[in-house]
């Protein structure tokens, strides 16, 4: 589908991928409506896209079906990221987690079908995989979820996919792994690398748990906001794709490399010991979304550290 001229709604707008989406879609000429708000997001991250005209901001919650009506007019797709995001607070927060991610969720899903939306695109996640033993992971991988996170991922997914069987609305659900680049937030709960980029920042040792020989698939955030375009291009609906490099690197080698880059060459990396349940290897199989979405990530590793080092240390 073109983008020039569709009007398009992204959730989590001011948060760290739709930031990233909402740029996107402006510069191809789409007029983007953004929701949030603002528990993680920041308007910061929408500094660009804020002075477009042909972009809306709308401070509002998922969960609250009353405000959602009021900012949809015409909508040609939305692209679905607000989440409750983290992992470990879904343990201590099971039912806001299950409200954000499912029934809003289910709530932008029924504001698709009132409005004839043409098509939703969700974000999903790698974490509904668990710690499968099989590798790469492909999408037809019983999923295993380890968390209510990874649980309300799933089950948010089965309702996108079964608006797209009952009610005919194109509907993609995207698994992100794991995603990094400029504005990712750091938190307890951020990704390694802005934990590394932080410590690295503040001249502290970079802390690795357990022998460092566990490989992740890290994408970079644009092939994330290329994948979520082609998810509009392609024939992809009724689908679910991963969204990862089919590459894995060791967490021992991505901070090598991070303190290479960075020439910050003293920086020491020293180790603690494993975190109870920790995912030992993670990287996925890419043909699904090689062949249906047309989707292939462009950015290798190093060329995705090199610009995300920059960004961080002029930030
Ligand atoms: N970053 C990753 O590595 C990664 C990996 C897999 C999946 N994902 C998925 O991608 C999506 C975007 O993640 P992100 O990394 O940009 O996270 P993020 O926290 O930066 O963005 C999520 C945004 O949603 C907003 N939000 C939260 N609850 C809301 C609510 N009830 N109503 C309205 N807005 C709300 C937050 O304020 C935030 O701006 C999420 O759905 C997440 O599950 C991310």
Request: overall charge neutral.
């Amino acid at each position: 589908m073109e983008l020039k001229g569709r009007n398009v709604l992204v959730t989590g707008a001011a948060g760290f991928i739709g930031s990233h989406l909402a740029d996107r879609l402006l510069a191809e000429g789409a007029r983007v409506t953004g929701i949030d708000n603002l528990s993680e997001g920041s308007l910061e991250n929408l500094k660009k896209s804020l002075q477009e005209t042909n972009f809306k901001f709308h401070k509002g919650d998922i969960r609250d079906r009353e405000f959602l009506h009021t900012i949809v007019d015409k909508i040609d797709i939305i692209f679905h990221l607000a989440a409750f995001t983290s992992v470990r607070r879904s343990i201590s927060n099971p039912l806001e987690c299950n409200e954000i991610n499912v029934t809003g969720t289910l709530n932008l899903l029924e504001l698709a079908r009132k409005y004839d939306v043409n098509k939703f695109i969700y974000s999903s996640s790698a974490a509904v995989y668990g710690n499968t033993p099989q590798l790469p992971i492909d999408e037809d991988v019983q999923p295993k979820p380890l968390s209510p996170y990874g649980i309300s991922k799933l089950t948010a997914e089965q309702y996108v996919l079964i608006y797209n069987e009952l009610y005919d609305i194109e509907t993609t659900a995207l698994r992100y792994f794991n995603v990094y680049g400029p504005r990712q937030k750091l938190s307890e709960y951020s990704g390694v690398i802005t934990i590394f980029l932080e410590r690295l920042k503040n001249h502290q040792d970079l802390v690795i748990y357990g022998d460092g020989n566990q490989t992740r698939d890290f994408i970079y955030i644009t092939d994330v906001v290329n994948a979520n375009l082609k998810a509009t291009k392609t024939k992809s609906q009724g689908n679910i794709f991963n969204i990862a490099t089919g590459d894995r690197i060791s967490i021992r080698e991505l901070a090598e490399i991070i303190v290479k880059q960075s020439g910050k060459s003293n920086t020491k990396i020293i180790h603690d010991p494993p975190k109870l349940g920790d995912i030992i290897h993670s990287y996925a199989n890419i043909e699904k979304s090689r062949q249906k979405l047309d989707f292939s990530a462009q950015i290798s590793i190093n060329e995705g550290l090199r610009k995300v080092i920059q960004w961080y240390m002029k930030n």
